[in-house]
């Protein structure tokens, strides 16, 4: 396995230009903020970006907690990459993060200074200061379970280098990131009250004219996200599952619309039928 490094101070893009650097170097992985990345999909890790604190983020991204460090060897052992890319904000930090995952030392060093132009750099820069923005270098659908209650966004990028069934042609592909406000530098650490989370789903579901009344919300919160248990009193009409899917998916929607919370199950019970 050959292993490569992106370098660059914090706020300077790194992650923004990781998929690029990948892109042209036919990398197959990304090791960025404790999370391990391939294509679409985290694999495995959790992110810097969700801990309470910046000490907290450092030991998350040099995965200095054991187990973190186990999960993410093993996916990488079940990926194999012939190529992996790790970031980080000093060669030091880099090498620490590779011995951490029992990976060789970097055969290249790639320093964000030569594939980021000065403009480019300085409104990273101010973007992370203005806003407390940072990219996650995999689509928001496979970022926001290890996210949850993290504003998220999706950021398009355009990818481009040579196609290689036709060398004198570029190859030009679109690919989605996202865009994170992590909690520890934006808003500082908040909570959301289970009784407000109920009050939401409530109206999210009797918004529907087949839920006749929410009856009770049980509410359980893990590190993936939350999942809710709902008793209802529906109107009896034909179709049942289709409005209860319906139901469901308003509530999904809702929830994480007005929290940024990712919703992990939301399972209804029909208690009654009202005729």
């Known amino acids: 396995m050959e292993v490569f490094a992106l370098v660059g101070s914090s706020g300077t893009g790194k992650s923004h230009h990781a998929i690029s650097v990948a892109y042209q170097n036919n990398i197959d992985a990304i090791v960025d903020d404790g ?9 495995s890790g959790k992110s810097a970006k969700r801990q309470p604190t910046k000490i907290g983020a450092i030991r998350t991204a040099l ?3 054991e187990n973190h460090a186990l999960e993410a060897r093993q996916s990488i052992n079940n990926l194999r990459p012939s190529k992996i890319l790790i970031l980080g904000t000093s060669e030091g930090m880099i090498n620490k993060i590779a011995s951490r995952l029992e990976l060789t030392s970097p055969k290249q060093y790639i320093y964000i200074n030569d594939i980021a132009s000065s403009e480019e750099i300085q409104r990273a820069l101010n973007t992370r200061k203005m806003y407390g923005k940072h990219i996650v270098p995999a689509p928001t659908v496979a970022v926001k379970p290890r996210l949850s209650g993290a504003l998220i966004e999706p ?3 355009l990818l481009k280098g040579k196609n290689p069934y036709y060398p004198h042609q570029d190859s030009k592909r679109w690919v989605e990131q996202s865009v994170v406000h992590p909690t520890f530098n934006f808003f500082g650490k908040f909570y959301i009250a289970n009784n407000v989370l109920s009050q939401i789903i409530t109206h999210a579901a009797e918004s529907i004219d087949q839920v006749h009344k929410v009856t009770k919300v049980h509410i359980q919160t893990y590190d993936h996200g939350v999942e809710f248990s709902i008793d209802l009193i529906f109107k009896f009409e034909p179709g049942l599952h289709l409005i209860a899917e319906l ?10 619309h007005m929290t940024a919370l990712h919703v992990a199950t939301v399972d209804l019970n029909i208690r009654k039928l009202k005729i």
């Open 35 to 43: 999370l391990i990345i391939t294509g679409s999909e985290v694999l």
């Open 63 to 65: 995965f200095s907690d």
């Open 155 to 157: 950021i398009r990028t």
């Open 247 to 256: 139901v469901q998916q308003t509530i999904i929607e809702t929830v994480e």
